[in-house]
């Protein structure tokens, strides 16, 4: 084994530190904030599979909640959110993992521009011409 000399020490101890003061400035502030640990979900496209992959979510097992929902017809939003709603009843989740309120369920063309900025995971399931550049 090499022996390492003080040159080597240096610069691997440097490095380390210089790692852990960046580490937390790296950290999204927004994560913490509010001291919840929940993953914020948001529902950009409220058909069969956007529909299913947010109750997948839900049922991960994970903290997670679904926060905002959007979808370019307000109805398929509100048949979304009664399904959700209805799953999680049936798999008896706590009801607070689908805290949705109207005013976060959007609805036209720019309804994933409002939804983004709420969320830490967005579930895009629009067709591909549809989804945000």
Known sequence: MKELNRREFVKTA????GSLILAPSMLS?????????AIRVGLVGCGGRGTGAA???LL???????VAMADAFRDQVDS?????????ENNELPADRLSVPEE?????FEGYQKVIPLCDVVILATP?????I
């Open 14 to 17: 440097g490095a380390a530190a």
């Open 29 to 37: 502030a927004k994560a913490h904030i509010g001291g919840d640990d």
């Open 55 to 57: 109750v997948q979510a």
């Open 60 to 66: 991960s097992g994970q903290n997670v909640r679904l």
């Open 80 to 88: 979304s959110y009664q399904q959700i709603q209805e799953e999680m």
């Open 104 to 108: 976060h369920k959007f609805s036209g």
């Open 128 to 132: 591909p011409g549809f989804r945000p």
